[in-house]
């Protein structure tokens, strides 16, 4: 089972970036999935989550309204779109998988099959 983020880079600030998580070794079918950061000298945070069927999504405060999560379920891929970059949005990009939006997005929600994440860095 392996997920790997990718699309990452050094943008300005004000500007956008597509992320994007494939998965390779098995199906995600059913699942939600969701997109996590870290930043330098912070713990891992919670992003924004989809449901299965793309009908529900759930966003961190920080990136409503500039972030978008979807999926594509016939490439086993998720992706963040980003839009108004902010310097505080520079970290590791992750994702993840997991049963339920609650689980995901719970402070206890712990996976072990991390990966690199992809670096995103915004500059002021």
């Known amino acids: 089972v392996q997920l790997q983020a990718f699309g990452g880079g050094l943008v300005q600030a004000g500007g956008s970036l597509r992320l994007s998580c494939a998965a390779s070794g098995r199906s995600f079918r059913g699942y939600v999935m969701g997109w996590f950061r870290q930043a330098p000298g912070k713990e891992r945070e919670f992003v924004a989550a989809?449901?299965?069927?793309?009908?529900?999504?759930v966003y961190a405060d920080s990136v409503k309204g500039r972030f978008t999560i979807s999926r594509d379920n016939t490439k086993n891929t998720v992706y963040l779109q980003m839009n108004s970059l902010k310097p505080e949005d520079t970290a590791v990009y992750y994702c993840?998988?997991?049963?339920?939006?609650?689980?995901?997005?719970?402070?206890?929600?712990?996976?072990?099959?991390w990966g690199q994440g992809t670096l995103v860095t915004v500059s002021s």
């Open positions: 989809i449901s299965w069927s793309g009908g529900s999504t």
């Open positions: 993840a998988p997991a049963i339920t939006i609650a689980t995901i997005t719970s402070p206890q929600f712990r996976y072990n099959y």
